[in-house]
Every structure is written in structure tokens, then in C-alpha cells.
């Protein structure tokens, strides 16, 4: 659907999405964490994430299916309180 905003903060990129599935993420290219909030207020943490792969979360056409498709159960994961 597309990105509402993107910002730099140091080593994180922070973005929002137009999204029915993806609220939002953060990704740090230094630990290579990516974290992503839900619509529903959940939010995950991914470890190892490739910078490409969080790259292509943020420009991907739809989020939900990039998500879906190259980060959802292929990288170790933790719920976040």
C-alpha cells in the first residue's frame, strides 16, 4: 500500500505504513533488528534480518505480502510486551 513516513534516527530507520496488516517498523542496520507493529497493536522482533530484505519491507507495493512472503518464519522471532 506504501509508506506514510520514513525517518532516520542513527543506525534505525523507522517507518509507517498504509497498510490493512502493517502498522509500522524499525529496523536497526547495526544489530540487524527489525521490529514490526501490527495494526492490532502487536509487535514482533526479527533477528538477522538482511538490510535488503528490510529494504525491500519499505518499498514493497504491499507489506503484508512482502512480510508474508520473505521475513514471516524465516527469521527467529520474539513478541515484544
Known amino acids: 500500500m506504501g509508506v506514510l ?3 532516520y534516527s ?3 530507520i523507522i517507518n509507517q505504513y498504509k497498510s490493512s496488516n502493517i502498522k ?9 533488528l527489525l521490529i514490526i507493529e501490527f495494526n492490532g497493536g502487536r ?7 538482511p ?3 528490510a529494504a525491500g519491507l519499505r518499498i514493497a507495493k504491499s507489506q503484508g505480502v512482502y512480510f508474508n512472503k ?4 524465516k527469521y ?3 513478541l515484544l510486551d
Open 10 to 12: 542513527g543506525d534505525r
Open 70 to 73: 520473505e521475513i514471516t518464519k
Open 24 to 32: 509500522g517498523s524499525i529496523y536497526n542496520k547495526k544489530t540487524k
Open 76 to 78: 527467529k522471532y520474539k
Open 51 to 53: 538490510d535488503d530484505v
Open 43 to 49: 509487535k514482533y522482533e526479527y533477528e538477522d534480518v
Open 5 to 7: 513516513s520514513e525517518v
